[in-house]
């Protein structure tokens, strides 16, 4: 079975240009998480989706971040304009739900680097 | 004052050492606890978790929960140069939808 994947595993953008960081979860799992890691700092999460539904985005550090999940399928994070403070490691997590507590499994991240 | 404390080390130890993690956390809702090992360039992997104080074991790990003094630990025996990795503390309540929250991780590094 294969794992969550995020595309692109690396971005390398200019102050002001937009991205737009993909994840797949592994199929079946309804809860969709983001989470991300700047440089010295710890993972914070973003937000969580539950199928095609935003549960929680406490997280999203502002209006530039954009955060959809299509058919609650694949979900996409976009980031426009982008700031400099926005470099840092995004990496996606996925979990089963209808469980009391579900192991969440992480994808390998995106390294995002803006110049 | 932030939710989850970690030492990020580094911490290197010789093969076959006891290595013992630790994490204090702030709020007494965290109902799950987590620790997560993550390799190079790849993304945290889930190795243990529970939900209660004491202890538990699966293989050569130990995780050990102490609710009433907000301190979660991670023990390795007979580490191995495999072992080398970061290691994070990450705990959740189920009010949040299990979002986790993370220490910043321990670097470790377990020599032959």
């Known amino acids: 079975e294969a794992g969550v994947t995020q595309f692109p595993s690396h971005s390398v953008i200019e102050k002001g240009q937009t991205v737009t960081l993909r994840c797949d979860p592994i199929?079946?799992?309804?809860?969709l998480y983001w989470y991300r890691r700047v440089m010295g700092k710890e993972i914070k999460f973003l937000l969580h989706f539950v199928k095609e539904s935003k549960q929680d985005e406490s997280g999203m550090p502002n209006n530039r971040f954009l955060a959809e999940r299509t058919g609650g399928t694949y979900s996409t994070l976009k980031v426009q304009p982008a700031e400099l403070e926005d470099s840092g490691v995004y990496f996606c997590?996925?979990?089963?739900?209808?469980?009391?507590?579900?192991?969440?499994?992480f994808g390998p991240g995106t390294r995002l680097t803006v110049l | 004052q932030k939710e989850v404390e970690q030492d990020p080390g580094p911490l290197s130890v010789p093969e076959g050492a006891i290595v013992s993690l630790n994490c204090t956390y702030s709020n007494s809702a965290f109902q799950y606890f987590m620790w997560y090992r993550q390799y190079s360039r790849k993304g945290p992997e889930l190795l243990m978790y529970?939900?209660?104080?004491g202890n538990k074991e699966d293989g050569r790990f130990t995780a050990q929960v102490d609710k009433s003094s907000k301190y979660i630990s991670l023990f390795i025996r007979d580490s191995q140069p495999s072992d080398s990795a970061t290691y994070l503390c990450?705990?959740?309540?189920?009010?949040?939808?299990?979002?986790?929250?993370f220490g910043k991780g321990t670097s470790l590094l377990v020599t032959p």
């Open positions: 529970t939900y209660s104080s």
């Open positions: 990450a705990i959740a309540y189920s009010n949040s939808g299990y979002a986790l929250n």
């Open positions: 199929s079946g799992h309804d809860n």
């Open positions: 997590a996925s979990s089963q739900s209808g469980r009391a507590f579900g192991e969440q499994f």
